[in-house]
């Protein structure tokens, strides 16, 4: 049974290419336009989003981390200046955002502390146990087979360790739910075309987003894969859902 209706999203039908294949164009073209689109489509919002993350992973005082899906390495550099761990390793699967991320990285003085790296989120070069903590902003939605990609980061996790993820996620509330569904479905969709010239990014992610399963179905999904004590928490009226499990 197919436990992940995202894996059939993609970000153009028409191509020939893998989820996978398309996913890391995609994120190659608007790299340069990404922190910003980021920043401005949630109004800041999410800046706070990852504070709350970090805040639980900084919880087991973890010294080794890893970043899935890094990208431009915001989540990443934020951890260091708060958790101040020895090292943290991220990797992506689009070289573009991984580039902007190294130069923040060393515009920041980070380079001893952070490291990033190409890698598949479903086949990660890593010891079994190696990280403390494994963590992961906006990324597991865009997994080509969701269960493999959390199988992978639950091997890579020490016993005792916790893996962190931040997802998007629909509110519930009257009122909000009908006004956070138009701003998604056509207010996003068409600003981040304009900003970013990429016809299909921004409207792959509320696609990605409505069949994505969310708060306890995905809790259901870790536990499925290896870890306990999956825990949901909703943020910003339910926006976006903070997970939190254990190895």
Sequence with gaps: MQSNPAAKIVPDAASNLSKKAQVADMFNNIAGR????????????????????????????????LDVATGTGDMAIAAARTIRPKRITGVDIATGMLDVGRKKIA?????????????DSESMPFANGEFDA???AYGVR???????????????LRPGGKVVILEFSHPTRPGIKQLYSFYF??????LGKLVSKHSKAYTYL???VMAFPEGKKFCEILLQCGFKDAKARPLTFGVTTLYAAEK
């Design 34 to 65: 990404y922190d910003f689109l980021n920043h401005f489509l949630s109004m800041g919002i999410d800046k706070g989003w990852r504070k709350k993350a970090i805040a639980e992973v900084a919880q087991i005082k973890p010294q080794a981390i």
């Design 107 to 119: 515009d920041k003085n980070l380079q001893q502390v952070i490291s990033l790296q190409t890698g």
């Design 134 to 136: 494994v963590m992961c």
């Design 142 to 156: 865009n997994f080509e087979h969701l269960e493999a990609g959390l199988t992978e980061m639950c091997r890579v």
């Design 185 to 190: 479905r056509y207010i996003l969709p068409t």
């Design 206 to 208: 509320p696609e990605s």
